[in-house]
């Protein structure tokens, strides 16, 4: 029996956001404090020349009910900083059903909540996300994701967004699939108003490599970004670069200490095109 490769909900191969570099400007302090086996609380600091300082807390709990080698729940994520407190839910009723909850508050009022509940059968997975959305009175937006395994190696589905609010309604359709070969992937997801396409091969433990364009048809713009990362565990150091046809280039460099759970970070971003160039360094403990 065949089981759905993936869900529909996400713009790229899934591998494709981890390979990119995520740059920062300034500097960056992190403290993760482990204060039970269940239980973690972290702090981080972030500075720069364009803005003041800010300081977040956080803290995760992960619940004793074990579905996997790597998966417990219940998981709750929080983090407060800026005036703002987020928080995520996330649980999984069995091993088919999972449900997630994410709610942001600012100045004593919901700037932002988000509901999703998602089925994954034998050979399919279906999902429903409904955001600032309410039954009682229709307003926000409703997105059902659906995919099919078409072959082991293929699955074809569809996205379909319905938004109430402003005297207005929209409905989008995406249609997308995947192909999933070993360690190469391949995505495709088209709809109105954009179109991402999406490639993503693992040449060997120490080196990823991934492809991604993008057009948005109301910018009337595409772009298209080759990234690479490169883990070097000898030197424990881990190394993730980009680069883009709006003549973006990024990199960044984590380094790790055996001796000590501590890890040091440097970032970089120039675009030549803009004349633009930002730097960042961070620091982790823990």
């Keep these: 029996v065949r089981e759905a490769v993936v869900s529909t909900q996400s713009t790229g191969p899934r591998q494709t956001k981890e390979v990119f570099p995520t740059p920062f400007e300034g500097c960056k302090f992190s403290w993760n404090k482990m204060i039970t086996e269940r239980f973690q609380a972290s702090h981080s600091i972030m500075m720069s020349s364009f803005k003041p300082p800010a300081y977040k807390f956080g803290a995760t709990y992960v619940g004793a009910t074990k579905l996997g080698p790597n998966e417990q729940y219940p998981v709750l994520i929080s983090e407060y900083g800026g005036g703002i407190v987020q928080f995520q839910a996330i649980h999984s009723f069995s091993k088919q059903v999972q449900a997630k909850?994410?709610?942001?508050?600012?100045?004593?009022?919901?700037?932002?909540y988000q509901g999703d509940i998602g089925y994954k059968g034998k050979d399919f997975s279906v999902q429903l996300t409904g955001v600032n959305a309410s039954i009682i009175n229709p307003q926000g937006i409703w997105v059902a994701h659906y995919l099919q395994s078409v072959?082991?190696?293929?699955?074809?589905?569809?996205?379909?967004?319905?938004?109430?609010?402003?005297?207005?309604?929209?409905?989008?359709?995406?249609?997308?699939?995947?192909?999933?070969?070993?360690?190469?992937?391949?995505m495709v997801k088209t709809g109105?108003?954009?179109?991402n396409i999406g490639f993503y091969v693992k040449g060997n433990e120490q080196v990823e490599c991934a492809?991604?364009?993008?057009?948005?048809?109301?910018?009337?713009?595409?772009?298209?970004?080759?990234?690479?990362?490169?883990?070097?565990?000898?030197g424990l150091s881990k190394f993730r670069g980009s680069i883009d046809t709006d003549w973006s280039?990024?990199?960044?460099?984590?380094?790790?200490?055996?001796?000590?759970?501590?890890?040091?970070?440097?970032?970089?971003?120039l675009n030549h095109k803009k004349n633009q160039a930002k730097f960042g360094i961070g620091f982790t403990i823990g």
């Design 101 to 112: 909850a994410v709610v942001h508050a600012t100045d004593k009022t919901w700037s932002m």
């Design 151 to 186: 072959t082991d190696k293929l699955s074809l589905g569809g996205e379909l967004l319905f938004q109430h609010g402003m005297g207005a309604k929209n409905a989008a359709l995406t249609l997308g699939g995947r192909f999933r070969d070993g360690d190469t992937e391949f």
């Design 192 to 195: 109105e108003q954009s179109t």
């Design 211 to 234: 492809v991604e364009f993008e057009y948005v048809k109301q910018m009337g713009e595409s772009i298209t970004t080759f990234g690479y990362c490169v883990d070097l565990p000898k």
């Design 249 to 269: 280039v990024a990199g960044v460099l984590e380094k790790r200490f055996e001796a000590f759970p501590f890890a040091f970070t440097l970032s970089g971003l």
